[in-house]
Nanobody, 127 residues
């Protein structure tokens, strides 16, 4: 199995930056596509960004394009989400996820494509 643990969330003001980390344990991490999802209260879990293995392809939601950047350090078994210019609508629990799915294109964005999930880290942006 693969265990994923998110960290780096917090309470920030509009315009602030946060960098989330997802630390993975398990011998098969290098083969995984990795993704970030978020879920606000009363809403469906939605895609944020994803990165392929070993990291050559990325995808992101249109709403975060240009502000959020996903990356991974395979030597450290860690994925990151750099979030800049945060907005109140970015408030949510952010989840790290991993997928075995291989794609000839960009990493998948559907929740059902990911089978391993972290516990989530809360990001709250106040105006």
């Amino acid at each position: 199995q693969v265990q994923l643990v998110e960290s780096g969330g917090g309470f920030v003001q509009v315009g602030a930056s946060l960098k989330l980390s997802c630390a993975a344990s398990g011998r098969t991490f290098e083969s995984f596509t990795m993704g970030w999802f978020r879920q606000a209260p009363g809403k469906e879990r939605e895609f944020v960004a994803a990165i392929s293995w070993p990291g050559g392809s990325k995808s992101s939601a249109d709403s975060v394009l240009g502000r959020f950047t996903v990356s991974r350090d395979n030597a450290k078994n860690t994925m990151y989400l750099q979030m800049n210019n945060l907005k109140p609508e970015n408030t949510a629990v952010y989840y790290c996820a991993a997928s075995h799915l291989q794609s000839c294109g960009y990493p998948p964005s559907r929740t059902n494509d990911y089978i391993y999930w972290g516990q989530g880290t809360q990001v709250t942006v106040s105006s």
